[in-house]
């Protein structure tokens, strides 16, 4: 597959519990991007890795959440004791070189529901 | 406050005719401007972009319009057709965004029907 992948598709998760979301970006990608995608409305930027440093990490909305990406490919997002309003689409993007004009290919996305 | 704003939740275009995506920002720091383009249960996918620099690009049967003096960015589809039916999500990047990192904000998306 040459696509950006994610996994598991889909998580139901117990209020308190800890989660972690997986990303494999494409092949000899060297930017990676993680959003949350709330129902209805856009795609929110969380956190951005360089290969393996995390040079931006504005987006994340509370200590719960971290990212890793420790050999600058396959990267996790963990979100620690889940509570409700978590519930959303994770999205991971991937692009080429860290460019502004370098196109960000999107994963399918992770659902979340914390019940 | 939202800094790229899509005032219209959804359209309806008969097959054939133009659709017009519109597309408002407020950050004069931004200076690339993508449209997305998602299907229910899959991730974005890019279809075109266009630098500040311009106010035109074109490809295939779509077409982005840049007015920056109005922050006002627009995408036209001619002729639609039933597949371009999805979700269109703007975008805009800021180039020099300090952390070295040229994240995506993105707008609501609008619904796009093209109806047979």
């Known amino acids: 597959g040459a696509g950006v992948s994610q996994s598991p598709r889909y998580k139901v998760a117990k209020r308190g519990q800890d989660v972690a979301l997986r990303c494999d970006p494409i092949?000899?990608?060297?930017?990676l991007f993680w959003y949350q995608q709330a129902l209805g409305q856009g795609p929110e930027f969380l956190t951005y890795?360089?290969?393996?440093?995390?040079?931006?990490k504005s987006g994340l909305p509370s200590d719960r959440f971290f990212a890793e990406r420790p050999e600058g490919s396959v990267s996790t997002l963990k979100i620690q004791r889940t509570q409700q309003e978590d519930s959303a689409v994770y999205l991971c993007?991937?692009?080429?070189?860290?460019?502004?004009?370098?196109?960000?290919?999107f994963g399918p996305g992770t659902r979340l529901l914390v019940l | 406050d939202q800094q790229v704003k899509q005032n219209s939740p959804s359209l309806s275009v008969q097959e054939g005719r133009i659709s017009i995506l519109n597309c408002d920002y407020t950050?004069?720091?931004?200076?690339?401007f993508l449209w997305y383009k998602k299907y229910p249960a899959e991730g974005p996918t890019f279809l075109i972009s266009?630098?500040?620099?311009?106010d035109k690009n074109e490809d295939g049967r779509f077409t982005v319009f840049l007015n920056k003096s109005a922050k006002h960015l627009s995408l036209h589809i001619v002729p639609s057709q039933p597949g371009d039916s999805a979700v269109y999500f703007c975008?805009?990047?800021?180039?020099?965004?300090?952390?070295?990192?040229?994240?995506?904000?993105f707008g609501k998306g609008t619904k796009l029907s093209v109806i047979p």
């Open positions: 975008a805009a990047s800021a180039r020099h965004s300090g952390a070295g990192s040229y994240q995506l904000t």
């Open positions: 890795f360089q290969n393996e440093a995390q040079l931006d």
């Open positions: 950050n004069s720091m931004f200076d690339y």
């Open positions: 092949s000899g990608h060297v930017s």
């Open positions: 266009i630098s500040s620099i311009k």
């Open positions: 993007a991937s692009s080429l070189s860290p460019g502004p004009q370098s196109t960000q290919y």
